[in-house]
Structures are given as structure tokens and as C-alpha cells.
């Protein structure tokens, strides 16, 4: 599982000239899954994300979570995170989750984070997404679970 967390003081995204999802100051997070990846790794990825001391404090020390901030969540589903480039110029995307698992967990993890995020939107799975963001400081950031948990 790949979750690319970019500070936001805002962001969106629109679908067919909808905005479906929306929120204020908080992470925008792309994600990547792949077969391989289950609930329970979900878990610990969200774990991690949602505990990562990434806003600043009174002080200017990234010192301070999301729930610290009040923040808010878009999650988006993003299979071209697990694009291989290795071989030619057109990417390969085996390594992505097949749809209909990769949309059940996509789902899980929606729900996850509205058990302890106040505001959580999203994107729609497989849809073509046009997405917003004035990203702040910038600040992104990057987890693979392989290399988070490297023995699973």
C-alpha cells in the first residue's frame, strides 16, 4: 500500500464537473493498493498517517497530528501509484490491485477514518478525477507499507 499525504489548506475533487469532495486545512492522501495488501495493513497505515506530527506548533515545530489541528481528510484512489517505469516509456501497472479488491479496501479505509476523523470525503473509485489542492509549505509525504513493514 502506497498513501501519498500532502498538507492542505484546502482541496477537492470533481467529477464530471461535480465537486464530489471537499474539505479544509488537512492531509489530501492518495492511495495505492495492491493485491497483497489487507485490512489489517490498512489499519496499521492509517494508524500511522493519522499520527504523523506534521502541522506546525505555536512555536513552528512540525510537532502537531491531524486530530491536533482539527484537520481534515480527502482520501482519493489512485492505482498509477504502482506504476513500474522500468521497462520503455509507457508505464506498466500489474503491481495495482484488482478493482473490485482494490475498491472493497479503498471503501474500508473511508470508513476507518471516520471513526476517529470528524470530516472525511473522497473521491469515486475509477472515475476520472480532477483534483484541487493548495498544498501547504509544500509538505508531502510518502508511506509504503513495504517499507514501513518490511516482514508484514
Known sequence: MRLVIQVVTEASVTVEK?????????????????????????????????GLRIFPDENGKTNLSLADVGGEVLLVSQFTLYADCRK?????????????????????????????????????????MKVALVNDGPFTIVLDSKELFPNG
Open 18 to 50: 461535480k465537486i464530489i469532495g471537499k474539505i479544509g486545512r488537512g492531509f489530501l492522501v492518495l492511495a495505492g493498493v495492491e493485491d497483497s495488501d489487507t485490512e489489517e495493513l490498512a489499519d496499521r497505515m492509517l494508524k500511522k498517517m493519522l
Open 88 to 128: 520503455g516509456n509507457r508505464p506498466s501497472f500489474v503491481r495495482a490491485g484488482k478493482p473490485d479488491a482494490a475498491e472493497a479496501l479503498y471503501e474500508y479505509m473511508i470508513r476507518k477514518c471516520r471513526e476517529t476523523v470528524p470530516v472525511v470525503e473522497h473521491g469515486q473509485f475509477g472515475a476520472d
